[in-house]
T-cell receptor
Framework: DGGITQSPKYLFRKEGQNVTLSCEQN?????MYWYRQDPGQGLRLIYY???????QKGDIAEGYSVSREKKESFPLTVTSAQKNPTAFYLC????????????????FGNGTRLTVT | AQSVAQPEDQVNVAEGNPLTVKCTYS??????LFWYVQYPNRGLQFLLK??????LVKGSYGFEAEFNKSQTSFHLKKPSALVSDSALYFC??????????????FGGGTRVLVKP
C-alpha cells in the first residue's frame, strides 16, 4: 500500500539534545511538508519542500532544520535551539509541486509525538 | 495572508441528529477549501474539498460542505451523526493566487462528540 511512514511513533529526549524525525513516502509525490500540532492551536507549518534539494521555511521554522536529498524522504531535525519542542509532529505530502495548481489534498503520516524533558 | 477560523472548540450532538461544524476563511483571492478529520494519535484524513463549481460538495463518510462566498464560510455537515464520527475536525484554506506552492493554512480544530 502507498502511504507516508513516520518513525518513531513516540520519542523521548533530554533538553539540549538534537533529535531527527523520519518521514518516508512511496506515493511519488513531489511536495512534502512538516507540521507541528499543539492542543488548541491546530497545525502550524514548519518547513516544506516542493522538489528534491529545495525547501522553504514555513511559519515556525526557528529551531528546526530539514533536508530533501531524495524524493521519498524529508527528515526533520529538532535542534536544541527550539524553545518548546514537545509536540505532535505531522509529515504530509502532495502530488503538486513547483507552484502548481494547489488543489490536491495533503496526505498525512500518523505522526511522531516528541517529549523533551 | 490567508487564515481560517473555527469558532467552536467542541460540538456535542446526539447520534442520529444533524451535525454542523463551522468554518470561516479569509483570503485575498479565490480559495481552495478542505476539510480533514483526525482520530486520536493519528494523522489527518482528507474528507472533501471545494475548488470551483457547485457550492455543495459531497465527501467521504456521508459528509458534505457548503461554500458560501458572501459569508466566506465553508461549514461541514452530516445529516445524521454516528458515534464513530466523534473526532477532531480541521478546516483548511489555500489562496489560489498564492505563488508559494501548495501551502495550506489550518483552523484550530473542532472536537465533535456524538453521544449514543
Amino acid at each position: 500500500d502507498g502511504g507516508i511512514t513516520q518513525s518513531p511513533k513516540y520519542l523521548f529526549r533530554k533538553e539540549g539534545q538534537n533529535v531527527t524525525l523520519s518521514c518516508e513516502q512511496n506515493l511519488n509525490h513531489d511536495a512534502m511538508y512538516w507540521y507541528r500540532q499543539d492542543p488548541g492551536q491546530g497545525l502550524r507549518l514548519i518547513y516544506y519542500s516542493q522538489i528534491v534539494n529545495d525547501f522553504q521555511k514555513g511559519d515556525i521554522a526557528e529551531g528546526y532544520s530539514v533536508s530533501r536529498e531524495k524524493k521519498e524522504s524529508f527528515p526533520l531535525t529538532v535542534t536544541s535551539a527550539q524553545k518548546n519542542p514537545t509536540a505532535f509532529y505531522l509529515c504530509a505530502s502532495s502530488p503538486v509541486g513547483g507552484g502548481g495548481r494547489g488543489n490536491s489534498p495533503l496526505h498525512f503520516g500518523n505522526g511522531t509525538r516528541l517529549t523533551v524533558t | 495572508a490567508q487564515s481560517v477560523a473555527q469558532p467552536e472548540d467542541q460540538v456535542n450532538v446526539a447520534e442520529g441528529n444533524p451535525l454542523t461544524v463551522k468554518c470561516t476563511y479569509s483570503v485575498s483571492g479565490n480559495p481552495y477549501l478542505f476539510w480533514y478529520v483526525q482520530y486520536p494519535n493519528r494523522g489527518l484524513q482528507f474528507l472533501l474539498k471545494y475548488i470551483t463549481g457547485d457550492n455543495l460538495v459531497k465527501g467521504s463518510y456521508g459528509f458534505e460542505a457548503e461554500f458560501n462566498k458572501s459569508q466566506t464560510s465553508f461549514h461541514l455537515k452530516k445529516p445524521s451523526a454516528l458515534v464513530s464520527d466523534s473526532a477532531l475536525y480541521f478546516c483548511a484554506v489555500r489562496d489560489m493566487g498564492e505563488a508559494a506552492g501548495n501551502k495550506l493554512t489550518f483552523g484550530g480544530g473542532t472536537r465533535v462528540l456524538v453521544k449514543p
